[in-house]
């Protein structure tokens, strides 16, 4: 059984795949060159995607999720980094849950 925190963190992750997804080349290697800007132990991190692996800690939280996210989106070419925020905007209103936290947002709904 998956505790909320993980659900949330895979969230998190399963986002990230379905904007891949939708990449062209120029879009994909932007995304990578960012990922691979970030410091050695957010990257790693998030790649290790478990509790209790190395640096997980840097997203286990809505926090540290939401820290990683801007620090991400930081790194990436502007035509990229646009398409993610709006990308976000999207996943949030018709997914009904944010992507750092897995938060409820029927708000955006109403």
């Given amino acids: ?15 990230g795949g379905e904007f891949l997804m939708k990449q062209n080349v120029e879009g994909l ?9 970030l410091p050695m132990e957010m990257w790693s991190g998030f790649l290790a995607g478990w509790p209790g692996l190395p640096n997980n800690e840097k997203h286990e ?4 999720r939401l820290l ?3 620090t991400f989106v930081s790194k990436l070419p502007p035509k990229v980094a646009l398409d993610m925020l709006f990308s976000i905007i999207t996943y949030s209103h018709y997914r009904g849950r944010c992507v750092a936290s897995g938060c409820d947002a029927t708000f955006w709904r109403t």
């Fill in 68 to 70: 990683f996210g801007l």
């Fill in 61 to 64: 939280t809505w926090f540290a």
């Fill in 29 to 37: 290697r932007g995304f990578f060159d960012g990922f691979f800007r």
């Fill in 1 to 15: 059984m998956w505790s909320p925190s993980n659900i949330r963190q895979r969230n998190f992750a399963v986002f």
